[in-house]
């Protein structure tokens, strides 16, 4: 974690915080880190998980107001962008924390998925960045300059089983992030994508496996599996002006796991598996 004092990075600026839920969530950590960075932010989630979660303490605590929005219908985009505009004017950073899928939800195996649930499953992890995006651009909303990040996973490059349909809905973000950056890109609008490794979240929870895939990855990683913390920083960088050239990446955040081959401690484990094994037979 930086300073509790912070750098100034983000002061005056000003942003739009979707998919916070509790003081687990990333987003909600990040709302945090942008407070402590000097930013001032409007704080968005679906209704029903306004009702599940508890962003009401966030918003006390921050001083940012609550916005509802089922992201998966485009008024409600419309009618999110106008009230924003209303309450803070004109934004710099756009955070999409957002992404669900009932098939990884109820356990359907990739071969044996729900197609209405897959049309949800892109619709509310992948399209609604579109659909935020092309809102904020017709509206006028987002300022020059500005930053736009989209939390992924590597499942988008890797298939990870128990990730299941969300593999497929994580790839199609990263596009849509690379499309929006290359047309953006005129008036300095970066859009990235972090793929952040496994975290403890309430999201996180709900994905059978997600122990194994956790302790897999902090296992392969040189500098293990950061926080729900380190990550908000990563992103106060890309919202703040020292990423001014950074757009259209693929960001991973991962304590090295996406380029480490094998690491000593998996090797080692492997071992003494081996050796458990070869003494039973």
Same mark, same amino acid.
């Given at each position: 974690?930086?300073s509790?004092?912070?750098? /100034?990075?983000?002061?005056g ?7 916070a839920? +509790?003081d %687990?969530?990333i987003?909600w950590?990040?709302?945090l @880190?942008? $407070?402590?960075?000097?930013a =001032?932010?409007?704080? #968005?989630?679906a209704p029903?998980?306004?009702?599940l979660?508890t ?6 605590? =921050?001083?940012a107001p ?8 485009i008024?409600?985009?419309?009618a999110l ?8 004017g004109?934004?710099? &950073?756009? !955070?999409?924390?957002i /992404?669900?899928?009932p098939?990884v %939800?109820?356990k ?12 949800q499953s ?12 092309q809102?904020a651009?017709k509206?006028?909303?987002l300022?020059d /300059?500005?930053?736009?990040v @989209?939390l992924?996973?590597?499942?988008? $490059?890797?298939i990870?089983?128990?990730?299941? +349909?969300?593999?497929?809905?994580k790839?199609?973000l ?12 005129s008036?300095g609008? %970066? ?9 403890i979240?309430s999201?996180?929870?709900g994905?059978?496996? &997600?122990?194994?895939m956790?302790? *897999?990855?902090? %296992?392969l990683?040189?500098? /293990?599996?950061p ?11 890309? *919202? ?9 990446q693929? !960001?991973?955040? +991962?304590g090295? *796991? #996406? =380029?480490n ?12 598996l ?8």
């Open positions: 974690m930086s509790t004092n912070g750098y /100034g990075l983000l002061k600026k000003k942003g739009l915080i979707f998919g839920l +509790d %687990r969530s987003a950590r990040v709302a @880190a942008c $407070q402590r960075e000097g =001032t932010f409007a704080l #968005s989630n029903i998980a306004l009702r979660g962003l009401e303490k966030l918003s006390e605590s =921050t001083g609550i916005i509802p929005c089922d992201v998966s219908k008024e409600e985009v419309e962008m106008d009230k924003v505009k209303d309450e803070l004109n934004v710099d &950073f756009i !955070l999409h924390a /992404g669900m899928s098939n %939800r109820k359907r195996e990739y071969t044996d998925l729900d197609y209405n649930y897959v049309q892109l619709d509310i992890s992948a399209v609604s960045l579109h659909k935020i995006l809102t651009v509206k006028d909303i300022n /300059g500005g930053s736009v @989209a992924s996973y590597i499942g988008a $490059q890797r990870f089983s128990k990730y299941s +349909d969300m593999n497929d809905a790839a199609l990263e596009s849509i992030a690379r499309n929006f950056g290359s047309r953006l890109g008036r609008i %970066r859009v990235n994508t972090v793929s952040q490794a496994p975290t979240t999201a996180g929870a994905i059978k496996g &997600f122990d194994g956790y302790e *897999f990855a902090d %296992r990683a040189p500098l /293990g599996n926080s729900a913390d380190e990550c908000a920083d990563y992103c106060v960088t890309l *919202f703040s002006d020292l990423t001014r050239k950074v757009t259209m693929n !960001l991973f955040h +991962d090295g *796991f #996406s =380029t081959g094998i690491s000593e401690q998996l090797m080692a484990e492997l071992e003494k081996n050796a458990l094994k070869d003494g039973n037979e």
